[in-house]
């Protein structure tokens, strides 16, 4: 969407906070024994709290109140009691929200305990990658520059990326224009992002793949040569100027 009105940046910041504050305390949340069910229950009681509706829920009657991803699970990973989190354990969380007729998108992976898999660094790539991608965007710049930057220092970094998953516009839906913002260079993408609309970021940093492909329960996705991926994501506002991050408040950053 594109903000016109004060009202809707409010509203906008008000959605925002809330999927921050619910991906920020999941993660404080989330301890080696526990069940993704049991960490999504959690999510899905904060959502409510806040008068917050799921958006994968909604949107796409998805099995999960959020997405929890486990160690070479890519994205879309369905909350389950089978699935218990160990020490080590790389985990995403995606959490995506609408309130009021707002919606708001963030996510983010982490390594649960000591990193006695040495998930870190991809972490650190990932988190980073994504802040360098947000301060070069701004009203006017190729969308297809951005997604050569992050390919670009996704291989510095020894790592490739995952091309068929994209961050996209957000607001009014979850889902919206411009759609298909990759982590890749498309040398016929000339689109420019435009000032004031509202889009959800994110980076899909991978050890070994480059696409992501469907498991058999019809959600989960898993890179398409193993390994293993780091993504972050978060909704922003396009300016003359650094974009304004909704999603500022979420502490997974530190």
Not at 103 to 120: P, T
Not at 154 to 166: E, R
Request: aromatic share 8%; hydrophobic share 35%; with cysteine.
């Amino acid at each position: 969407m594109s903000i016109s009105k004060t009202a809707e940046l409010k509203a906008l910041k008000r959605v925002s906070d809330v999927v921050a504050l619910t991906l920020r305390e999941m993660r404080e949340y989330a301890r080696p024994g526990m069940t993704t069910k049991q960490l999504d229950d959690f999510g899905g009681e904060l959502l409510s709290r806040f008068g917050a509706k799921s958006a994968p829920v909604i949107t796409y009657g998805f099995p999960g109140w959020t997405c929890i991803s486990v160690n070479q699970e890519v994205a879309h990973g369905i909350p389950s009691e089978k699935t218990v989190l160990q020490e080590g354990d790389l985990v995403n969380i995606d959490v995506s929200a609408m309130l009021n007729g707002y919606w708001a998108d963030n996510g983010g992976s982490f390594v649960l305990g000591r990193d006695i898999h040495q998930h870190q660094q991809l972490v650190d790539a990932s988190k980073q990658i994504l802040q360098q991608a947000i301060h070069q965007i701004r009203g006017g710049v190729r969308i297809g520059d951005i997604g050569h930057l992050i390919e670009t220092k996704a291989k510095k970094n020894g790592y490739t990326v995952i091309k068929n998953l994209c961050g996209h516009g957000v607001g009014k839906g979850l889902h919206e224009e411009p759609d298909h913002i990759c982590n890749y260079r498309d040398p016929y993408d000339t689109r420019r992002f435009r000032k004031n609309t509202v889009i959800a970021l994110e980076t899909f940093i991978s050890t070994k793949s480059t696409f992501a492909v469907e498991s058999p329960d019809g959600w989960t996705l898993v890179g398409n040569r193993g390994g293993y991926v780091a993504q972050h994501e978060h909704t922003i506002v396009i300016t003359d100027g650094v974009p304004l991050i909704l999603t500022e408040k979420n502490e997974i950053w530190n």
